[in-house]
Nanobody, 124 residues
Framework: QVQLVESGGGSVQSGGSLRLSCAVSATTAERDRFCMAWFRQAPGKERRVVATIERDGRTGYQESVTGRFSIWQGNYKNTVYLQMNSLNPEDTAMYFC????????????????WGQGTQVTVSS
């Protein structure tokens, strides 16, 4: 049974940094097939993709976080990280880790598994 568990959220001031982690519980074959992604959702807004990492390691970013956020995977793809620098209040949201057996996409409907989310709050 695939499980995704996020951690690392918290409250920071504008300009600060946070590192989110997503622990991936899955078989080796599943982990090798997954596209992994971080989404975020602010109150009253739709869930939007922030960053993706394909099974071959290629990464993609939402335009608003390019140059500030970085996604990568740990050894054996057991963990997916999101380093967030130069945070601003517009980054405040619940952040979710997601896994897809298909190619990475921007729509939440393309993802097969989700974590419970971790809250990030950035104050000005």
């Amino acid at each position: 049974q695939v499980q995704l568990v996020e951690s690392g959220g918290g409250s920071v001031q504008s300009g600060g940094s946070l590192r989110l982690s997503c622990a991936v519980s899955a078989t080796t074959a599943e982990r090798d097939r997954f596209c992994m992604a971080w989404f975020r959702q602010a109150p009253g807004k739709e869930r939007r993709v922030v960053a993706t990492i394909e099974r071959d390691g290629r990464t993609g970013y939402q335009e608003s976080v390019t140059g500030r956020f970085s996604i990568w995977q740990g050894n054996y793809k057991n963990t997916v990280y999101l380093q967030m620098n130069s945070l601003n209040p517009e980054d405040t949201a619940m952040y979710f880790c997601a896994a897809s057996f298909w190619a990475c996409g921007s729509s939440p409907t393309g993802y097969d598994y989700w974590g419970q989310g971790t809250q990030v709050t950035v104050s000005s």
